[in-house]
């Protein structure tokens, strides 16, 4: 699935949409991004409906636009099926959507933008041995659950992200609140400089807090990371 578009001549209207689960039942969800300057104050409130929250939006074309989601002014989330995701200075990512001036540009973009992505998980998945042995808690330390939990509700923990500690086998929060800042940050080495930069510091005891459904102390947390743009 990917973010809806509906092109014109000179505009295109593109239907925002963050799954409820996404929210830890929040009941006030904006969207904000650089198509109103990163305004909170001016950001676009996002209507709820049975499964999801939605926001249409009209953006000129030529360009991509970074945004991201806030939840209840406090806790900020990445879009699940954005275009592509970029690095802050903050060490999260922000969603990022393609508006561009055609239809066959942005799609040959996207597929390239999936085959990096397909890449990347291949390759931390085969080195992925070599990632635990430099690991300071030993790779049995790890759960092995059929499970999986949304790791996305980490702050810092994008969807790129998860997919790389998902074929490490870090599948929920209990196992990414066993695993040691070495591992993490051994695993987001080996998938390259794209993801090196990223800090997992706290990722372990937010997962933690998470496991234990944590989610008012989790999120109150979250907003003093100034994981937001």
């Not at 959507?97 to 942005?106: F, I, S």
Request: glycine content about 6%.
């Amino acid at each position: 699935m990917s973010l809806k578009k509906k092109f014109s001549d000179a505009k295109c209207r593109v239907t925002f949409t963050l799954p409820k689960e996404a929210t830890m039942g929040a009941s006030d969800v904006k969207l904000v991004g650089e198509f109103n300057k990163w305004n909170v104050n001016n950001a676009i409130k996002m209507k709820p409906g049975k499964t999801n929250f939605e926001a249409i939006v009209d953006l000129p074309v030529g360009r991509d636009y970074q945004f991201r989601y806030l939840i209840n002014d406090s806790v900020w989330e990445n879009d699940w099926n954005a275009d592509n995701y970029v690095a802050t200075p903050f060490g999260v990512d922000n969603s990022v959507v393609y508006v561009r001036e055609t239809m066959a540009g942005r799609t040959s973009i996207a597929k390239s933008i999936k085959n990096a992505t397909k890449t990347v998980a291949k390759k931390a998945s085969t080195k992925k041995s070599a990632a635990a042995k430099k690991a300071t808690t030993p790779k049995s330390k790890v759960a092995k659950t059929s499970s999986k939990d949304n790791l996305k509700k980490i702050e810092g923990v994008g969807p790129k992200i998860e997919k790389l500690m998902n074929a490490a086998g870090i599948m929920t929060w209990t196992d990414l609140s066993k695993t040691k800042v070495a591992t993490l940050k051994n695993i987001l080495a080996e998938a390259g400089p794209r993801f090196k930069m990223h800090n997992p510091t706290t990722w372990a005891k937010q997962a933690k807090m998470a496991a234990k459904g944590d989610w008012d102390g989790l999120a109150k947390w979250q907003a003093e990371l100034n994981g937001g743009k």
